[in-house]
């Protein structure tokens, strides 16, 4: 935004109502209410304590040169490749999960079988044994 030529106290109001995120939208507003009172970015960035100390220095360079923008972009795009990693590892946790109870399952089925056959004469245990090689 801006790239364009917008204000920056209007970038945060937009980001602000775009948010998903309601602590997010907070988080934009109180940004936006430090820097609105003369409060330089950096200064306002330090005091909502929840980017790292990398992303305050080097936007806090980047204010004084006068290249705000190519940060913020580059900023942006490292939080959104951090929330896909954040989504591939919560999908693949999940499979894990699915797989480790699917397998646990088995082996609990098969085991309950076991004891029942064992339990019921249906099948005598030496039959077994000529069947799992044990």
Request: some cysteine; aromatic content about 8%.
């Given at each position: ?33 430090d ?78 079988i076991?004891?029942?056959?064992q ?16």
């Amino acid at each position: 935004m801006m790239k364009v030529g917008m204000p920056l106290l209007q970038s945060f109001d937009i980001v602000a109502k775009g948010h998903a995120n309601p602590s997010g939208s907070k988080l934009v507003n109180e940004i936006r209410g430090d820097v609105g009172t003369g409060t330089s970015l950096t200064a306002a960035i330090k005091n909502a304590e929840v980017f790292l100390s990398m992303v305050t220095q080097i936007v806090s360079i980047r204010e004084k040169s006068g290249s705000l923008d190519q940060v913020l972009d580059k900023v942006a795009g490292f939080h959104e490749a951090e929330a896909e990693v954040d989504d591939a590892v919560a999908s693949l946790s999940s499979l894990i999960k699915s797989l480790i109870m699917l397998i646990l399952a088995v082996l609990i089925g098969g085991l309950v079988i076991v004891m029942y056959f064992q339990s019921s004469n249906w099948v005598r245990w030496s039959d077994c044994k000529t069947v799992f090689f044990f």
